[in-house]
């Protein structure tokens, strides 16, 4: 029979055998390459693709299993010279994210291949999601800052790449992501250039903690804005509701829902528990708050006044990485492990929000709200999903968003008050939004475009008018979605697991967090904001009789109505503004190079033709002048040596 | 006798007994073997050459002394010598006069007797320079160079050669009244012409004081000897005589005899002079400026071999900086460019006697496209473009390289910076030629050229070969020349 003791022993045999040699780069980097390869190759093969997933899947999960129940470990491999060493680092922490990456990685790429069944692209995507998944591991292992700015700025060669394939003609969001991402690597880039000078070394784990003064002030800030940046976090958040029109959903599901907020927040609490010693109080932390909080209620307000699921959705994906940016600025313990554990929950159901959003667009071909309603009674399951989830991200008890969103309020409570009312503020829309989304989207009377791909996904039993109709996703992509749902509840109900079995003891601290939240006033504020929340919709409903235009008092209300336009014109996006900057400094460059560029083109072209034409004038064949010429040459050679004498 | 006491007399005796075979012969079968003989003796040069290069660490000799015929019971009056650096000129001599048979095969169908019996006087001429061990056995060699010359330029009795040789006659009686008025200078100091003597006169210090014969001297022979090698303002000669012979012969003319008649007396001049730094500096200036001036010309011509004849000023601008820089590595690098010099500017006039022969032109704004019609000439052509420029891994850059580093080295970095910046300048006219000959739209009248074959098209495929393989075995011979001491 297969015992407890013999999943030890075989964990204990693979993680003793990834210690070796190079085996740990060739089964957690090369690996995935090779399975991406093989997934591209079977281009259009529904079953052979899953069965790839599935059974990849295992095994990466099975290795990051084993890494995290060892007792880790510390691999260098030499390279060129001693600085560039790749040294991989296998302690509770990074094995930890190995293990999230792994299971996440699964279920996304699952909902993926099923997404995208027999379509163009499901080949080049799995090559895609593999090449991310050995960056992931790559990164995550890293004990190297240079290596792992390596691996990092892969990620972003890949998400160009998943924006680009999807569309080639007028790859907008690709340029924009590519833009904005590559700001915030460039920052990291800058950042770790001025940590490992002031460290004296790029490997992490002989840093110990720098102090943030002086020139360490600017590594610590550039290194936070790359780490949340790569996050989603403001101000390097623009691409993402633009990727959301144009990608994927498998796409949206996977990188701005949960790769990209796994390695940032990684990131960010690598650099605040490891790297530097962040303190509370300091002005760093207090900067880092503030961006936080802006990006709550800033991208949360855009978020309100949505009528598009994506989009929506894509709003929430900055807004919640605005919690977990916040809950690490506090640099209190309860603040990083609510914001880790608002990020692990964010992944949840942010990607199974995602996915709900995608099986509408699979069954409706589109997720505009307008266009839909009532869907509740053709697809239960995802509507049971959506509504788990809905409620873990509008903070509702016993789900998960609400265990960490109260770890978060009670550490932004213990800096400062303004920091808990911005986070109150944020949990307020979000519901609103949220039971506005969910209500056009299931409630009411069943409406959807006429041309739904529904039509041709039901018509295997001939082509019948009757059979247009909107039904449940297929089995492929309702499973991740259900196993989301589930991890919900669980993370919720028994957030001892998460809280302190596997974060809590990762990062070392003997105090719990989990159970209820242990200030009962905290709890009982935010059930007054749900309730506003509720009320609010109740009103906006009654007054436009539409759940769709529910939000619409807010977006309209006086004043608000203002900003709501000025930020649909785009003035507060910072891409704009950015590329203002850039065209202006192309504008001089090509100044600049022009005028070299006449210098080469015609000014040392008419010297060298003035002065060849005169050699010429001058070698005229008259022999006198040839003579002259010599007798002028050795007059010359008088001279150079009359010069050297004298 | 040792085998080197044979191997090294032939490099006087080869030529002579060549002459002596192609006149005792009867007109009907010289015509028709005179070219073998020419071979043949090239290749007998080169395996002496080459023989005589490993033949001498063999013999632990630094330099190997001879006498021939006269004054052979007297050892005090060994006036013969060869040593690697004459080696390896020699070979050179050996190789440029193999490539100029392969051309004069197409090129030469009349006066072929006279040919080779001049060619061979040249190249007794020209060893004969290089072996000698005294100022005026050197003068009456480089008059035999000088004469046989001015008679092949003039040989067709066209109405260019006949012009070209007389301005290179008149300007080398200008050389060789320098030359010998030099020496006469240097005589009334010294007493002697030996090469020894004159390095110990020098080395005892006399050279310091103010002897201002002995430096009008020095100014002579440097002028005489720029002439003959061709350096700005010397060289008005050059692209005349060198455009209006034969190719056959402008391969000779560009590809060696400036180099022993001019650049290697230069050489000795400046081994001879050593320690006065007006020489050096004289040398320097004259190589830049000829390095410019001569790439500024070409940059102006229109005729194919008029280009290559201005690039070779250009280039002989290079060598004197390399033997101005001093040292082992300026020598050095001076004579590998002697060699790949001599190697592209073979492949160069290849191409100019192959685009002849098919097209019947030398201009280049008549020429376009010829890439297409002329695999094997244009991809030689461009091969020696980028070995001239001095691009890597082609055998132009490792003798460029070491120039600069020999002028680096010895803190003469200005030079250094305008060696490596006039690059740009070779670069440009030979890629102005390039494009026009080889590159862009075949004119309508060139629509049915074919590639040339026979000799010439085998001599641009070895030669094109030997700039790449040169090129990329370079450093394995710098590692052999260091294993032998000499770098």
């Not at chain 1, 969103?405 to 932004?412: G, M, N, P, R, V």
């Amino acid at each position: 029979m297969f015992s407890y003791d013999m999943f030890n022993t075989l964990m204990d045999s693979i993680s003793s055998f990834l210690s070796h040699g190079a085996n740990i780069i060739l089964f957690m980097i090369v690996l995935p390459l090779i399975w991406g390869i093989i997934g591209w190759l079977l281009k259009k093969n529904y079953l052979l693709q899953l069965a790839v997933v599935v059974l990849s899947s295992t095994i990466n999960i099975l290795f990051a299993l084993s890494l995290y129940l060892s007792k880790g470990f510390y691999v260098t491999f030499p390279f060129a010279s001693s600085g560039l060493d790749i040294a991989f680092n296998i302690y509770k922490f990074s094995a930890l994210f190995l293990m999230f990456i792994a299971i996440g990685f699964f279920l996304v790429t699952l909902y993926g291949t099923a997404f995208l069944r027999n379509e163009k692209h499901a080949g080049i995507f799995l090559l895609y999601m593999y090449i991310s998944l050995a960056i992931l591991n790559g990164a995550i292992l890293s004990d190297n800052l240079g290596v792992m700015l390596f691996f990092w700025e892969g990620l972003l060669c890949t998400l160009f790449g998943m924006l680009v394939t999807n569309n080639e003609q007028k790859p907008r969001a690709a340029v924009k992501a590519l833009v904005l991402s590559g700001t915030a690597d460039l920052l990291l880039m800058l950042g770790i250039i001025i940590t490992v000078y002031r460290a004296g070394t790029p490997f992490i784990s002989q840093m110990g903690k720098l102090s943030i003064t002086g020139v360490s002030t600017v590594g610590f800030m550039c290194m936070m804005l790359g780490a949340i940046g790569k996050a989603g976090c403001m101000p390097f958040h623009s691409w993402i509701p633009v990727a959301a029109g144009d990608a994927p959903v498998p796409f949206m599901v996977a990188f701005p829902g949960a790769i990209e907020k796994l390695l940032g927040i990684y990131l960010a609490v690598r650099i605040v528990i490891d790297i530097y010693d962040f303190r509370s109080g300091s002005i760093s932390s207090i900067v880092i708050m503030v961006i936080g909080t802006l990006t709550i209620i800033f991208a949360v307000a855009m978020a309100l006044i949505q009528k598009d699921m994506k989009r929506l959705l894509s709003y929430h994906a900055i807004s919640q990485v605005g919690y977990m940016v916040l809950g690490i600025g506090t640099a209190l313990p309860i603040g990083i492990i609510g914001g880790l554990f608002h990020m692990l929950n964010n992944a949840i159901y942010k990607s199974c929000l995602f996915m709900t959003a995608g099986s509408i667009e699979k069954q409706t071909g589109t997720t505009d709200l307008k266009k839909v309603g009532g869907l509740g009674k053709r697809m239960p399951i995802t509507m049971i999903c959506f509504m788990i989830s809905g409620f873990a991200i509008a903070g509702l008890p016993p789900f998960n968003g609400f265990f960490s969103k109260e770890l978060i309020f009670d550490a932004a409570l213990e800096s400062h008050l303004i920091f808990y009312l911005g986070a109150l503020l944020g949990a307020f829309m979000t519901a609103v939004s949220f039971l506005k989304m969910g209500r056009a989207a299931f409630s009411g009377p069943l409406k959807f475009p006429e041309n739904s791909p529904g039509k041709l996904a039901s018509g295997k039993n001939g082509f019948h008018e009757s059979n247009i109709s909107v039904r449940e996703s297929d089995i492929g992509m309702l499973l991740p979605m259900v196993i989301m749902a589930f991890l919900s509840i669980i993370f919720g109900i028994i957030n001892t697991l998460p809280l302190d079995k596997l974060l809590g003891s990762a990062l070392g601290y003997n105090k719990t967090y989990s159970g209820w939240p242990h200030s009962m006033l905290l709890v009982v504020v935010s059930f007054i904001i749900l309730g506003l929340a509720l009320l609010d919709h109740i009103y906006g409903y009654r007054k436009t009789g539409s759940a769709i235009n529910a939000a619409d008092h807010i977006h309209y209300a006086p004043l608000l109505k203002n900003i709501y336009n000025a930020a649909e014109k785009q003035w507060f996006d910072p891409y704009n503004h950015l590329m203002y900057v850039v065209n202006g400094f192309s504008t001089f460059c090509t100044l600049v190079e022009r005028s070299i560029s006449w210098v080469y083109d015609y000014g040392a072209v008419k010297i060298v033709e003035g002065a060849g034409n005169l050699l010429h004038r001058l070698n005229n064949g008259s022999l006198s002048r040839y003579l002259f010429a010599a007798v002028a040459g050795v007059a010359g050679i008088v001279v150079i040596f009359l010069v050297v004498l004298l | 006798m040792r085998v080197i006491d044979y191997i090294t007399v032939s490099f006087l005796v080869v030529p002579i007994i060549i002459i002596l075979i192609n006149n005792l012969l009867s007109k009907h079968i010289a015509k028709r073997i005179s070219f073998y003989l020419v071979g043949a003796a090239a290749v007998l040069q080169i395996a002496a050459s080459v023989a005589d290069f490993f033949l001498l660490p063999y013999y632990k000799l630094h330099e190997y002394k001879f006498t021939l015929l006269w004054n052979i019971d007297n050892p005090d009056s060994e006036y013969f010598a060869v040593n690697s650096l004459s080696l390896v000129i020699l070979f050179c001599i050996g190789f440029v006069t193999f490539i100029s048979v392969l051309i004069a095969k197409h090129t030469i169908d009349r006066k072929k007797v006279s040919y080779v019996n001049l060619l061979m006087t040249l190249i007794f001429g020209m060893n004969g320079m290089l072996i000698v061990t005294d100022l005026f056995s050197l003068y009456v060699f480089l008059e035999i160079v000088g004469i046989s010359s001015f008679v092949l330029i003039a040989l067709f009795k066209s109405e260019t050669g006949l012009e070209g040789s007389f301005k290179y006659l008149v300007m080398s009686s200008l050389a060789s009244i320098f030359v010998l008025t030099g020496l006469a200078f240097v005589f009334m100091h010294v007493g002697s012409l030996q090469y020894e003597n004159i390095s110990k006169y020098i080395l005892s210090g006399h050279g310091s004081s103010r002897l201002y014969l002995m430096y009008a001297g020095m100014i002579l022979l440097i002028a005489g000897f720029a002439t003959k090698s061709g350096a700005v303002p010397f060289h008005s000669w050059l692209p005349d005589a060198h455009q209006s012979a034969d190719t056959a012969i402008s391969v000779l003319l560009s590809g060696i005899v400036i180099k022993v008649a001019g650049v290697y007396g230069l050489i000795i001049l400046s081994r001879l002079f050593d320690g006065i730094p007006a020489v050096n500096l004289t040398l320097l200036v004259m190589g830049t400026v000829s390095i410019i001036v001569g790439a500024l010309l070409a940059l102006k011509q229109d005729h194919f071999k008029r280009i290559v004849a201005y690039s070779s000023v250009s280039q002989v601008g290079y060598m004197l900086l390399g033997v101005g820089a001093g040292g082992t590595l300026g020598l050095l690098g001076a004579v590998t460019h002697i060699f790949n010099h001599a190697t592209f500017k073979c492949t160069l006039f290849s191409n100019a006697a192959a685009l002849h022969e098919q097209t019947g032109t030398l201009d280049i704004n008549d020429m376009g496209g010829l890439h297409e019609k002329m695999p094997v000439t244009g991809f030689s052509s461009v091969t020696a473009f980028l070995s001239t420029a001095g691009i890597p891994p082609f055998s132009g850059f490792w003798s460029k390289l070491l120039i600069v580093m020999a002028l680096w080295m010895n803190d003469f970095k200005v030079f250094a910076g305008i060696a490596l910046f006039s690059s740009i300048f070779t670069a440009s006219y030979f890629l102005r030629l390039q494009k026009k000959v080889f590159f862009g739209k075949v004119p309508n009248k060139y629509e049915y050229v074919k590639e040339i074959g026979g000799s010439i098209k085998y001599a641009e495929i070895f030669l094109t070969i030997i700039m790449i393989a040169v090129g990329l075995a370079f450093p394995l011979a710098l590692l052999y020349l260091k294993g032998r001491g000499i770098l």
